[in-house]
């Protein structure tokens, strides 16, 4: 038996524990939605905001639960990519990992791109090429490495948001904006802004893909999955509501820096350089998280030839795979020169919401301890995951079942041509 953290030569190292675990998920979790999310879901929910939030909480806790009992089980990297896989066959874990790597490598382009936006507008291209080089650098050095500057991350933004949620409640124009406008609840866009919202409630896969890298697994990422997102669903209505009581729905629907103009509205200008700084340290830990999972789930199908194997090695140093996170950070530079923020938020929520109906339908086949709940919490995640999907705008839809369509025609073909040679 090796010592705590050691490895056999081509598997990863054992480092996270509950704390390191959770952090990491939050910090993919709070800096996608609250700077991201929450303006373009707001333009279609209307007053059903705050509805549509708790909507995609559900769902999101659903699959969360769903997603810890199968990684106390198959504690390997991968996520759902694995799960898919031992529980209903090849198939659907290639199909969950493919919409894993193509939707989240789409993700990490918009979060570099909102480094750039908030720390330097006018090179905000060059900002997030320079981000994405970095924080790869950063994950080749391996997963202490990505730890302790996760960590360092989320203290900040924290302390960030608790300011903005004080300044706004406590300034004079709190709750005047909520009340003079934007009641109406949009009911037909309430499930569009929640599948918009769930992209935001999504970084607590991170906490599973690394489940090579995680001490006690078993243990660990059941308790890590759902304090994160319980931690990220807490950050979230405290914000949102604060915003909303100083900008009210049609203000936060119209912002494109909403944090920053609500604290300027509520009377606290000082505060919103910080804000600013505040959201491109948010976006670069959502940043770290995504190319951490997508690299790992990489480094899975790589194994299993899904993608080129060269990308399965792990450095006999850091102990990470090196060169799936070289190859991720490669195809980050070159979206990110090219990619609208917004744009991606649809198509990843698509793909994200595919990856989460597989893992739900994998726990359901998971023996039952007799509880009921080990059948109805799968199958609340299954359909909340297909009726959130189908709900974004159609744009999303079509893209997203045009690349589901694709990888499923590229797993065919490859399962034909090495059985005709």
């Known amino acids: 038996m090796g010592a705590p953290g050691s490895a056999r030569a081509g598997e990863l190292r054992r480092r996270l524990g509950v704390f390191d675990a959770v952090v990491i998920g939050l910090g993919s979790m709070v800096g996608a939605g609250i700077f991201v999310a929450l303006a373009p879901a707001a333009g279609v929910a209307g007053g059903g905001l705050l509805l549509a939030l708790a909507l995609a909480a559900v ?15 198959y504690p390997r990297s991968g996520g759902t990519y694995v799960y898919g896989r ?38 905000a291209r060059a900002v997030a090429v320079a981000a994405v080089v970095a924080l790869t650098v950063v994950n080749h050095l391996g997963m202490r490495k990505s730890a302790w500057v996760t ?14 949620v004080v300044a706004n409640l406590a300034g004079g124009s709190a709750g005047r904006a909520w009340a003079a406008g934007g ?26 893909t690394l489940g090579e890298e995680v001490r006690d697994p078993a243990r660990t990422i059941p308790r890590a999955i759902p304090l994160a997102l319980g931690g990220a669903l807490v950050v979230y209505a405290a914000v949102a509501v604060s915003v909303l009581a ?6 936060l629907a119209g912002a494109t820096a909403p944090l920053a103009d609500a604290v300027d509205a509520a009377g606290a200008p000082a505060l919103v350089p910080v804000v600013r700084v505040g959201a491109a340290l948010a976006a670069l830990g ?45 195809v980050v530079v070159v979206l990110a020169t090219g990619a609208d923020p917004r744009g991606a938020i649809g198509f990843s929520s698509f793909g994200v919401l595919a990856y989460y109906a597989i893992a739900n339908a994998s726990a359901w086949t998971l023996p039952s301890a007799g509880r009921r709940l080990d059948r109805v919490v799968p199958g609340v995640g299954l359909v909340g995951c297909g009726v959130l999907a189908l709900a974004l705008p159609l744009s999303s839809v079509l893209w ?6 694709l990888g499923a025609v590229v797993f065919g073909v490859r399962r034909r041509v090495p059985a005709r040679g």
């Not at 699959?63 to 199968?70: G, P």
């Not at 993700?107 to 720390?119: D, E, I």
């Not at 997203?400 to 369509?405: D, N, P, R, V």
Request: aromatic share 10%; glycine share 12%; hydrophobic share 60%.
């Open 400 to 405: 997203g079942a045009a690349t589901l369509a």
């Open 246 to 251: 100083v900008l009210g729905v049609d203000g």
């Open 183 to 208: 009641s109406d609840i949009a009911w037909g866009g309430v499930l569009q802004a929640a599948g918009l919202l769930f992209f935001a409630f999504a970084g607590y896969a991170r906490i599973a």
């Open 59 to 73: 769902v999101a806790y659903a699959n969360a639960l769903s997603s810890a009992r199968l990684a106390a089980r």
């Open 86 to 123: 031992e529980r209903l066959g090849d198939f659907w874990g290639y199909l969950a990992g493919w919409a894993f790597v193509v939707g989240k490598t789409a993700s990490c382009a918009a979060m570099a791109l909102t480094v750039g936006f908030y720390a330097w507008p006018e090179q």
């Open 151 to 164: 960590r360092g991350i989320v203290a900040v933004v924290l302390a960030v948001l608790a300011a903005v």
């Open 286 to 330: 959502a940043l770290l998280g995504l190319l951490l999972g997508v690299s790992r789930t990489a480094l899975a199908m790589a194994r299993d030839r899904h993608l080129p194997q060269a990308l399965a090695a792990v450095h006999p140093r850091f102990g990470v795979p090196h060169r799936a996170v070289w190859a991720v950070g490669a």
